[in-house]
């Protein structure tokens, strides 16, 4: 009998794409051209300031206050998108109902829509004078040019996200655990409380960890219809842009610094509560 050639195991599986090294070398220069160098200058030029002029410059009462008027209001919008956006996508995936096409390619108009057509759109609706500021003006509500302005544009840029993230795990979620709960006498508040929404926490940590890392330094749909009124509703974003019209590149380059580690130090926290919602998920 002729004796069959055994093959020695090789240490990296065949791959369909070019080996490691060639792919570890590709991705790591990617990465430094795309992600380490910005971010390098970004490190490096606030410091042309010394270290009490940094200091100085982001305590000062117009950076503090866009600071807390960006992640404050990103936070608050991607808060109240988490329960619209589980209503919407739970009615595009359990029910089937005419123009249901249509509502879901409407969900994704904030991805294709450029920013600034965006915040023009949403100045044009909810100004003093605008198709649904209209309604608000005669009682001295303002819906436009301060926070509330803000907050909308925010919502508006952040719902998406929320939605196609829950969409995939509830098609996933079987519709025996209702109708069992259902048989056993449970209300539809007890079988959300009790088997959906656990199922769902860490997919709703997700969604809202991405909506706020969408909307914290959103810029083009905001600087239409926040009226930029310094320490009122001018945001970190403008305020960056105003410093670097004047030349100061280097405060410009340190508020970024800091709206980057702000938003470094929350989505730590956020993933370690993605983390802990997923432990007590059930199984």
């Known amino acids: ?50 270290l009490n002029g940094f200091w100085q410059f982001i305590t000062s009462p117009a950076a503090v206050s866009s600071l807390s008027l960006s992640f404050g209001v990103a936070l608050l919008a991607a808060f109240i998108d988490v329960p619209i956006g589980l209503l919407i996508a739970w009615v595009l995936v359990r029910y089937r109902f005419p123009g249901r096409g249509i509502a879901d390619a409407i969900i994704d108009l904030p991805f294709a829509l ?49 939605v196609r993230t829950l969409e995939p795990v509830l098609m996933d979620m079987s519709h025996d655990i209702e109708e ?45 219809i926040a009226g930029n009124i310094p320490l009122v509703s001018q945001i970190a974003p403008q305020l960056i842009v105003i410093q670097k019209e004047q030349h100061n590149y280097a405060g410009a380059a340190a508020l970024g610094l800091t709206m980057l580690l702000l938003s470094f130090v929350l989505l730590l926290l956020l993933g370690y509560l993605r983390k802990r919602m997923r432990y007590w998920e059930p199984a």
């Open 1 to 50: 009998m002729e004796k069959t050639r055994r093959r020695t195991p090789s240490l990296w599986p065949h791959s369909a794409i070019p080996g490691f090294g060639l792919t570890l070398g590709i991705t790591l220069t990617w990465l430094s051209v795309l992600i380490l160098l910005p971010l390098t200058t970004l490190v490096v030029r606030p410091w042309e300031l010394g």
């Open 180 to 224: 069992a709960a259902a048989t056993l006498g449970a209300n539809r508040w007890q079988t959300f409380r009790r088997l959906i929404l656990p199922v769902l926490g860490s997919t709703l940590v997700t969604g809202f960890t991405l909506a706020f890392a969408r909307t914290v330094g959103e810029y083009g749909s905001v600087i239409f």
């Open 114 to 162: 450029p920013t600034a057509v965006a915040g023009i759109a949403l100045t044009n609706i909810y100004a003093p004078d605008g198709w649904v500021g209209s309604f608000f003006a005669p009682f001295g509500i303002q819906l436009a040019y301060n926070r509330t302005g803000i907050l909308l544009a925010l919502m508006f840029v952040g719902l998406p996200f929320i």
